[in-house]
């Protein structure tokens, strides 16, 4: 999984240092699609999440713009700055689709470093613990200790 994340991470800082913020969410997630197809990791596009609510299951009442090897979620935005409801909407989308790892691409950030949000399923939106910001998981020791990302 860690792998995975890292994999997108460092797809989003190619795509971002080579075209820059600026474009549509759906350049992006095209580019990454790109990416993602030419390192050989499978993904699914636009996969629908359904809501189970009061036992009733709510089909398409969420679709996620990617799930890396049905086991990370990415969230795609092209915009000035994340707002804490963008987090808490993923920490949802991770416990209603059961995925362990989400990520918040912001291709919009002046810088991609600045624009990636980590989070993990399980921990309460607004912990600081369940989500890391600009951080590479796949250098994580056992004590999850990280290293900076490079934009």
Known sequence: ???????????AIRIHQTVGPGLLENAYLACLCYELTSAGLPYELQKAIPLVYHGARID???RTD??????VLVEVKALEAIAPI????????????NYPVGLLLNFGAPTMKA???RIVNGYPAGSTQGEQ???VDSSQDPR?????LQD
């Open 1 to 11: 999984m860690n792998q995975l994340s890292a994999g997108a991470v460092a797809a």
């Open 60 to 62: 398409c009442a969420y």
């Open 66 to 71: 990617l799930v890396i090897a049905g086991q």
């Open 86 to 97: 963008h987090c808490r909407q993923l920490h949802t989308y991770l416990r209603l689709g």
């Open 115 to 117: 624009g990636i949000r």
């Open 133 to 135: 910001t600009s951080r």
């Open 144 to 148: 999850g200790n990280t290293e900076d």
